[in-house]
């Protein structure tokens, strides 16, 4: 889930398992969408992008689900491995503009 | 390793110095831009630049001043911060898109704390 607030939403799941992390986005324009994974001292690091005229695609291991007639973004995370714990950010982007999300922050257990 | 390289990874500064943080990029992306983060929030935009000029100033104070001096080159000078400027300062990069969209790459940050 996504908020804006002192304390990020987190995801707990098992190593091996599937993870889903979700993202409401406000703008009825923006035509673009990123997910972002951003590692604990690191920037933002490109995950997998999704254009509006699609409502899913599938990277190695991810899959972007968007659903415009909600404004819903999804991330799907296969196999999830304790590499994968981070702050995932969705962004939508209107005219060279990125709007992040809140974020969620992943935690795998071994 | 990201191809967005950003120096110095910390800085230290008081309310009074003048510093610069710097971007550097060799993708040959011609739109590049500045990102405020603070701790457990999103990045929010600041500053972009397009073909080196300067495109979009979300209300950012007067005291960060943004340069671009080339097209590989993105420079924030700072001069009489205040202790709520203190955060993670993201450079970006990504090709001029027209109507086709383009990821944004990243920089790993400058971390910035004003005594």
């Known amino acids: 889930g996504e908020s804006v607030g002192l304390h990020l939403p987190t995801l707990s799941v098992q190593e091996g398992d599937n993870s889903i992390i979700n993202c409401a986005y406000s703008n009825s324009a923006s035509d673009y969408f990123i997910w972002y994974k951003q590692e604990s001292g690191k920037g933002p690091q490109f995950i997998i992008d999704?254009?509006?005229?699609?409502d899913k695609r599938q990277g190695q291991r991810v899959t972007v689900l968007l659903n415009k007639t909600v404004k819903h973004l999804s991330l799907q995370i296969a196999a999830t491995q304790p590499g994968d714990s981070a702050v995932y950010f969705c962004?939508?982007?209107?005219?060279?503009?990125?709007?992040f999300g809140g974020g969620t922050r992943l935690m795998v257990k071994p | 390793d990201t191809e967005v390289t950003q120096t110095p990874k910390h800085l230290v500064m008081g309310m009074t110095n003048k510093k610069s943080l710097k971007c550097e990029q060799h993708m040959g992306h011609r739109a590049m831009y500045w990102y405020k983060q603070k701790a457990k929030k999103p990045p929010e935009l600041m500053f972009v630049?397009?073909?080196?000029?300067?495109?979009i100033n979300e209300s950012v104070p007067s005291r960060f001043s943004p340069e671009c001096p080339n097209s590989s080159l993105l420079n924030l000078h700072l001069h009489a911060l205040q202790p709520e400027d203190s955060a993670l300062y993201l450079c970006?990069?990504?090709?001029?898109?027209?109507?086709?969209?383009?990821?944004?790459?990243f920089g790993d940050g400058t971390r910035l704390s004003i005594l």
């Open positions: 970006a990069s990504s090709q001029v898109s027209g109507n086709s969209n383009q990821p944004q790459h």
């Open positions: 630049y397009s073909y080196e000029k300067l495109s």
């Open positions: 999704i254009r509006s005229n699609m």
């Open positions: 962004a939508e982007n209107a005219g060279n503009m990125l709007t």
